[in-house]
């Protein structure tokens, strides 16, 4: 053992410190007996080397065995190895005495030791020598006094000795000292790393070192090691590969003691490796085919070794122990573990994510079973909305699938599923699916999905083809379905830029909830007739729902009523679409939920539900549907004042000067102005809300509830010195929207106009109507501005008192809607009128933007700037940049404070 141990000593000063002492108290005379307690790989073997080492450096006999040598099990097999073959005769047992007198023959040999001087006894791995042998340790623990003898022994957390009586008598014995190995900490385990390289590894890389390996110094040498053999440098950049490492050494550790502890432990550990943390110990019991109490016994053990974690779930204490024998089982055992882990989880209707993951975990196989397995779960998890995993389990079914028949439906399962984040290979699916189509309504659902992604590709026109095409197929088949897609056809008709007046034509259908829709919409967009288009549009969802209209369908029927301020009733038919619709459309009605808290001047939701909606399609959907959904968190920016980063955005998103000619542009065009206005470049912005105006005409948008894209380019071309124009232009808002009578709309072209009012008194007067308004309707942001707007109109008409009234108002109606831009100009506006408001704090985590906030938590969770980048969909210099600015607040200087602080 000594002299070549692999796992050197590390951070126990302590521990050979107080050693150190004890071998001292030898040359007096004195003798001690040690106990050195640890789990697996706790390091007690190599603190007995250390022992070992010590005492012979101060001239003290040391003998030496171990409880995993090969004759210790032997009778006083351990005896013999410690006290040196050939010095030791053992007489053979007298008829009718006990051990007591072998005991005490055995005690006198090594007083006769001692006689020639101090002498250390160690023996490692105690609750694995033979019973006579530990009764003799016992025996001598109770004998050490007046004999210069240090005897240390090691025992491991949850091990049964060869006899409980003897190896309790000696850990009991009075005036014994107890060692207790706990884990490593972060230095300690900085300096192990270290030991194995000439530089030492990043903090936050020993960080998850020392997480995976539970700071158990065994498991951290053998990761070490690993590293070393394959060059990884231990820094930030590689701390991702972490996770995946499996040592050998640790698995071979691991598997061949749990093989010694129990019949059953290497079997249950291997199932727990299959089944990850967290797994419940009745399914451990199901796969592992265990009956009665084995299983709940076995954990129980392995849980006092220290190597479990147990409780309602039972986990693996160290991580690396579980990598490591997960991947030396071999692949059919994996398999099998996999596949039924999998039907277990299946027939006690389990999480279908965690179903899934262990199919597709599992070799391919030609099962039917597995193939229907492999299906069922695909279904379960789009209607979750993890499209990812479900298009994997439908190609794992597609391959093992044999019946040509079987592929096809899979095939057309694929391609509904990839259309909520793949619109091309979507396509490609639902055309190779079409050709093994039998029913009406599988031609239904394919005409419906291909439309629908060839106009999220932009392609109206061939949306609409296809549309066609597929009625054609329908008419005289199926009545029913034939009209679910013709509504279609028709709300494709509404977003596609044409004659502002064209009509529907025979195929529009009182009851069709695709037309209901449609219609709804094109009257609100025209500011027409507002009590039909709401009544149009609150039948529309319930029309819709027996044929699975979609949330193409639901956001149509809505955006009526958000336009008409009807903003509870959007919001409880949100709810219940996301309770309804396919979790794959959902990111499509996180937009409009965001557009509906925007609205209403709750800043914070509208920000989640942008944040959402841009997660759900920044990784692949065609640049139609990625640039709405980005000009939703545009606007939620621009409320925040954070310009900085939404102009970000648009720059990774690669917007085009002149973006192409479809609805979904056009609200890109319209935040985009606003935000160069914002951003202080004032005729590239109203050339973008002009040609937003023009835009809009195309589709007869003629309402200012739709885009108020007149107020901002009015208020820029007065700044401009283009008065004139400026005032026409506000005008004509005001009428458009008295046409409409919706109080968001009409108070907010009306606090337009009074800024572009040059009389004081009249600018005062239309402000007061602007508030009293928008006090009727949910626009509480939009309020907000009304009354700063009018506490700045009333200072300057010299009527300062109710001046600071109001605008003490709108700060706090800015406030609670967290719109930090209008909150910064009303605090602004107090100020220059001798108010004394409270200010914002200017240090600490109270002082963090939303956004500093993302990115602080990000650096606090481990991710480096340009993974920060990514997820937040923004470049390195906009992370950097908040970072500067999080630093100075929380007053740090580097990431690792920044680590401490969080």
């Not at 270290?194 to 700071?215: D, E, H, I, K």
């Not at 984040?421 to 979507?426: H, I, P």
Request: proline fraction near 5%.
């Amino acid at each position: 053992m000594h002299g070549n141990d692999p796992y050197p000593l590390v951070g126990r000063r302590h521990e050979t410190t107080l050693i150190d002492g004890l071998i001292g108290d030898l040359a007096e005379n004195r003798s001690a007996l040690v106990i050195v307690e640890g789990g697996a790989g706790a390091g007690k073997t190599a603190l007995l080397n250390y022992v070992v080492e010590a005492t012979r450096r101060h001239g003290v006999r040391v003998l030496f065995t171990s409880g995993g040598h090969q004759h210790p099990q032997q009778p006083l097999g351990a005896v013999r190895e410690l006290l040196e073959p050939g010095r030791v005769s053992v007489p053979p047992a007298v008829p009718g005495s006990g051990p007591e007198e072998l005991f005490a023959g055995l005690h006198e040999h090594v007083r006769h030791l001692t006689d020639e001087g101090p002498l250390a006894l160690v023996v490692d791995d105690v609750h694995r020598i033979d019973h006579l042998s530990l009764g003799w340790l016992a025996h001598l623990a109770r004998r050490l006094s007046g004999i210069p003898l240090l005897l240390v022994a090691s025992v491991s957390t949850g091990e049964r000795p060869a006899s409980r009586e003897s190896y309790d008598d000696l850990r009991n014995t009075l005036n014994r000292t107890e060692i207790h190995l706990s884990p490593l900490g972060q230095e300690d385990v900085e300096r192990l790393l270290g030991s194995y390289r000439q530089t030492p590894p990043s903090p936050q890389f020993a960080a998850l070192c020392r997480q995976l390996t539970g700071g158990n110094p065994r498991f951290t040498h053998d990761l070490a090691r690993l590293l070393d053999a394959e060059g990884v440098t231990m820094d930030e950049e590689s701390a991702g590969l972490l996770p995946g490492l499996a040592p050998p050494r640790t698995a071979q550790y691991i598997s061949d003691r749990l093989a010694r502890h129990s019949t059953h432990s290497l079997d249950v550990a291997k199932v727990l490796a299959v089944l990850g943390g967290g797994a419940r110990p009745t399914l451990v019991r199901e796969l592992c085919g265990f009956e009665g109490s084995v299983c709940a016994d076995t954990i129980q053990s392995l849980t006092e070794l220290g190597l479990l974690r147990a409780g309602g779930t039972v986990a693996f204490v160290h991580p690396i122990v579980r990598t490591a024998l997960y991947r030396c089982m071999r692949t059919g055992e994996r398999s099998r573990h996999h596949l039924t882990a999998a039907k277990v989880l299946a027939a006690r209707n389990g999480d279908a994510s965690l179903i899934g993951r262990h199919l597709l975990a599992a070799a391919p196989t030609t099962d039917p079973e597995i193939t229907d397995l492999l299906c069922d779960v695909a279904v379960r998890l789009a209607s979750t909305g993890d499209l990812e995993q479900s298009t994997a389990c439908l190609q794992r079914a597609i391959q093992s699938s044999l019946s040509p028949v079987h592929r096809a439906k899979l095939t057309l399962q694929l391609g509904v599923a990839l259309g909520g984040y793949d619109a091309r290979a979507s396509i490609r699916h639902l055309r190779h699916a079409s050709t093994g189509v039998r029913t009406s309504a599988e031609h239904a659902l394919i005409g419906q999905h291909l439309a629908l992604a060839t106009a999220a590709l932009g392609d109206l026109d061939g949306a609409i083809s296809v549309l066609d095409e597929h009625v054609g197929l329908l008419d005289g088949q199926d009545p029913t379905l034939s009209r679910r897609l013709r509504g279609y056809r028709m709300i494709l008709e509404t977003l596609h830029a044409g004659p502002a007046g064209r009509e529907w034509g025979p195929a529009a259908s009182a009851t069709d909830s695709g037309a209901r829709a449609a219609l709804a919409t094109r009257l609100a967009w025209r500011g027409e007739d507002l009590e039909r288009s709401i009544r149009e549009a609150e039948t529309a969802p319930a029309t819709g729902r027996s044929v699975g209209a979609g949330s193409l369908v639901t956001s149509f029927s809505l955006l009526p009523l958000v336009y008409a301020d009807r903003l509870d009733t959007v919001e409880r038919q949100l709810l219940d679409a996301e309770q309804h619709l396919p979790a794959v459309q959902v990111p499509e009605l996180a937009v409009l939920r965001s557009h509906v808290a925007l609205r209403r001047g709750d800043v914070a939701q509208a920000e989640v539900a942008a944040r959402a909606a841009v997660a759900a399609v920044a990784d692949g959907l065609p640049e139609p549907v990625l640039f709405h959904h980005l000009a939703t968190l545009v606007d939620v920016l621009l409320e925040r004042g954070e310009h900085e980063e939404a102009a970000d955005l648009l720059r990774q998103a690669g917007l085009p000067h002149e973006p192409p000619g479809t609805w979904r542009h056009n609200h890109l065009l319209d935040s985009r102005g606003r935000l160069r206005i914002a951003c202080g470049d004032l005729r590239a912005g109203v050339e973008d809300l002009l040609a937003c105006g023009e835009r809009l005409a195309r589709w007869g948008v003629a309402n200012p509830a739709v885009s108020m894209w007149r107020s901002a380019a009015a208020l820029a071309l007065d700044r401009l010195g283009d008065g004139s124009r400026a005032r026409t232009i506000a005008r004509e808002q005001v009428v458009a929207a008295r046409a409409w009578p919706a109080g968001r709309s009409l108070g907010g072209s009306l606090r337009t106009l009074a800024l572009l009012t040059p009389d004081p008194r009249k600018r005062v007067t239309i402000l007061r109507e602007a508030v009293q308004i928008l006090e009727k309707s949910p626009a509480a942001l939009e309020l907000g501005r009304a009354v700063v707007e009018l506490g700045t109109a009333l200072a300057e008409a010299d009527q300062e008192g109710e001046a600071r009234d109001m605008l003490r108002r709108g700060l706090d109606l800015a406030q609670r809607c967290g719109g930090t831009a209008l909150a910064d100009h009303a605090h602004a506006e107090l100020v220059r009128y001798g108010a004394r408001p409270r200010r914002r704090a200017q240090t600490g985590w109270a002082a963090l933007t939303p956004a500093e906030k993302r990115v602080a938590q990000l650096v606090v969770d481990g991710r480096k700037n340009r993974e920060i980048a990514q997820l937040l969909f923004v470049s390195q210099r906009t992370v950097e940049l908040h970072l500067t600015n999080i630093y100075r607040k929380l007053n740090v200087s580097s990431r690792v404070a920044l680590v401490k602080a969080g």
